[in-house]
């Protein structure tokens, strides 16, 4: 149980570092190889193109980093728990979680009362729940955007750069091998190679935040979470999608879908008479 804690512990340290080191390799990559290769015309220092190719990137960065920023800065835990339960050895829930009724959990992790949690995020530090969940999602829908484009971007600058045809479905799927193997004997440059390893991470990450995306807003659709679904509460779900909808992403939701800013104030009174009935 210890071991297992102490990697839940390492993993939320880190998670984000990760996440920081890639939105910086990113930029970087983007501004001072990508722009000037694949939209840079020798007669004109900035082009339309250019201007719409960035104003996109910065678009998606932008919105995938202030979603991030307001899932942390908006947590979900209770304002008024002050004492931390202590779970026996022998706690039938998560090693991650403790249920204390009224829809309320205590992560070991943040070890922080949480309400309406619906898992604890290692990439953002913190759990999401009742307060956040809204800008998780965003946080997944740009951040998959994001990285998709990158992807896209980045093959185009290969097939500039190093003149290597996409055209085959194969060649991507073949090319990080090849490169591994080029790049051990000497064939390839470092920096060819970290662009190839760059493009599959960007793949990676882009499906699994699109995955992330999906999960959470089928769940929210059904006012439910996903420690519910673990507990086989899948079946059963709490008023209809539109109104639970608007409970997670409020009135002002065009707005949410643009720019990173709250929507909507989260008042979980209903929801918890909804559990108190549930759980009883």
């Not at 190093?162 to 193997?181: A, Q, R, V």
């Not at 499906?207 to 059963?236: D, H, I, M, N, P």
Request: contains cysteine; glycine residues 6%.
């Amino acid at each position: 149980m210890l071991f297992k804690m102490v990697k839940l512990r390492l993993l939320n340290t880190i998670a984000p570092a990760y996440f920081y080191t890639a939105t910086v390799v990113t930029f970087a990559l983007y501004f001072l190889l990508f722009m000037p290769t694949v939209f840079q015309r020798q007669d004109v220092m900035l082009n339309p193109t250019m201007l719409t190719h960035t104003a996109v990137f910065l678009f998606f960065m932008g919105n995938a980093l202030g979603n991030y920023t307001m899932t942390i800065w908006y947590p979900s835990e209770s304002a008024n728990e002050t004492v931390i339960p202590v779970c026996s050895p022998d706690c039938p829930d998560r090693i991650d979680a403790h249920y204390l009724l009224n829809g309320r959990h205590f992560c070991k992790v943040c070890k922080k009362v949480i309400l309406k949690r619906d898992h604890h995020c290692f990439f953002t530090g913190n759990c999401i729940g009742n307060r956040n969940m809204r800008y998780f999602i965003m946080f997944s829908i740009y951040t998959s955007c994001c990285c998709l484009y990158s992807l896209v971007i980045g093959v185009a600058y290969i097939t500039m750069e190093y003149s290597i045809s996409f055209e085959n479905p194969l060649t991507f799927l073949s090319l990080l091998p090849l490169s591994t193997g080029y790049f051990f004997l000497g064939l390839i440059s470092g920096l060819q190679f970290f662009l190839v390893v760059m493009l599959y991470i960007w793949l990676g990450i882009g499906l699994v935040s699109a995955g992330f995306c999906c999960q959470q807003l089928l769940l929210v659709a059904r006012g439910q979470t996903w420690c519910e679904l673990q507990k086989g509460y899948l079946s059963e779900s709490r008023g209809t999608w539109r109104a639970n909808l608007t409970d997670v992403f409020g009135s002002r939701w065009a707005l949410g879908l643009f720019l990173p800013v709250q929507t909507v104030e989260s008042v979980p009174g209903n929801w918890q008479v909804y559990h108190d009935h549930k759980h009883d």
